[in-house]
């Protein structure tokens, strides 16, 4: 075991930091989607008619097993700046539209039941770009 100063320890902690901080929008839709592959056949929760809400009031949707709390219990998103599992953290931290929040977490995308392996293909689509399939469904 190698012995070192205090000050040096903590630099690599500041190191660490900046490097989550660095994910790109595509990474953390990634990481987001790997976590929730991890359990395909999790049930979850959508966010009920997130449609029929005001900006600000839409912004502070949350619940309990949503997609989103996967997200924040993942130490390296939070790490990468995830701050809270509303819909409003989501849209900040993922860089997502309105549009794009609505097709992976609203209820009325999933029909019965959602689950996790569901949602990780919706993220995948929404991380790549221009992709057509994505595009139809707003």
Request: charged share 25%; with cysteine.
């Amino acid at each position: 075991m190698k012995h070192q100063p205090i000050h040096e320890i903590d630099a690599l902690g500041d190191i660490a930091q900046v490097q989550g901080a660095t994910l790109s929008r595509r990474e953390r839709l990634q990481r987001w989607a790997d976590l929730l592959s991890r359990n395909p056949d999790r049930q979850l929760k959508p966010l009920s008619r997130v449609e029929f809400y005001a900006e600000r009031e839409r912004a502070l949707l949350r619940g309990e097993n949503t997609p989103i709390s996967v997200a924040l219990a993942d130490p390296v998103l939070r790490e990468a700046g995830l701050q809270g599992d509303t819909l409003g953290d989501a849209q900040k931290f993922f860089e997502l539209s309105a549009a794009e929040a609505h097709y992976l977490l609203c209820d009325c995308h999933f029909p019965g039941q959602m689950d996790a392996e569901g949602v990780a293909h919706r993220i995948r689509k929404v991380a790549t770009p221009n992709s057509a399939s994505f595009r139809h469904w707003i």
